[in-house]
């Protein structure tokens, strides 16, 4: 094996609580994430020595990085392997830079994966997901990619059974870094909500449930990036949206949809009234 391709796929926070920092500066959280047909792509290929390329349509905003977190996942693996760190990597950045939909962290699961399956490395998927969290909260989730409750620091996991639901995704294109979104917080619903561990049958239960929800970072995130409630408005005038909300910290905005036909209406819509905002038409599960 030269060459092992993985797709990395949005992360989508259907709801976000938040609860109040810990001692150790992580703020416990609870959240339904779920993955998407969008996403970006990584291929591991064997070389003498570790290297990332990067191309698709938002690569330049990773230009500035000195140690992607491709990278960092490529060395966490190879050393709890005991092996050399070494393959080209190719990371196609078809999802926002910094965007609240997970690509960072998806990414690096990727590599993760590849990487396991490039360098022939046996090793289970819960120790992959150990060296997973000690390189971000959020890409525990990721190596996966399958529906799960968020809860800890978002390490703590429980997978869920979630209906396949037609997701319509928008970034206005504007950065909201996290850790100013958490600086920002006034009010938060906190994690004490009873999940129902026993997931959904259909997509009335799910969005029942969702009623009950919200994301707590999506108010501060508005008032960082007041572009971000523009993007709410758009997909909640959609016709037959059936509920708009802000992903992660931000920007990225999504609403769920009935069908794929209303959702690719959707899309079209929000394109041509916004042509300079980056849209994705997808499902998620």
């Not at 399956?117 to 992959?128: G, V």
């Not at 949206?241 to 959707?266: I, Q």
Request: glycine fraction near 10%; aromatic fraction near 4%; proline fraction near 6%.
């Amino acid at each position: 094996m030269n060459c092992v391709q993985e797709a990395a796929p949005a992360k989508v926070n259907l709801f976000l609580h938040v609860g109040d920092r810990r001692a150790d500066g992580f703020h416990p959280l609870q959240s339904l994430a779920v993955f998407t047909g969008a996403g970006d792509g990584l291929r591991a290929e064997a070389a003498p020595q570790l290297s990332l390329a990067m191309d698709g349509p938002f690569a330049a905003g990773l230009s500035g990085e000195g140690d992607n977190l491709v990278l960092r996942a490529a060395r966490a693996l190879a050393a709890e392997a005991g092996t050399l760190a070494v393959a080209k990597l190719t990371l196609t950045k078809n999802l926002p830079v910094a965007s609240g939909i997970g690509g960072g962290s998806a990414d690096a699961a990727a590599a993760l994966r590849a990487l396991k399956a490039l360098w022939r490395i046996e090793m289970t998927e819960a120790a992959l997901m150990d060296i997973a969290a000690g390189l971000g909260s959020d890409v525990p989730v990721c190596v996966p990619s399958k529906a799960a409750y968020m809860e800890g620091r978002g390490e703590v996991l429980t997978p869920v059974a979630v209906p396949r639901l037609p997701m319509l995704l928008v970034n206005p294109g504007v950065a909201v870094p996290t850790r100013d979104v958490f600086a920002a917080l006034q009010s938060r619903k906190g994690v004490g909500m009873d999940l129902p561990r026993a997931g959904f049958a259909d997509a009335k239960a799910l969005l029942h449930f969702l009623q009950e929800t919200r994301n707590d970072l999506e108010e501060s995130a508005r008032r960082i990036q007041p572009v971000i409630g523009a993007v709410l408005a758009a997909l909640a005038a959609q016709p037959e949206a059936l509920l708009a909300r802000m992903s992660g910290s931000g920007a990225t905005c999504f609403a769920l949809f009935p069908d794929d036909a209303a959702c690719a209406h959707a899309a079209q819509a929000v394109k041509a009234a916004r042509p300079g905002w980056w849209v994705a038409a997808t499902v998620c599960s």
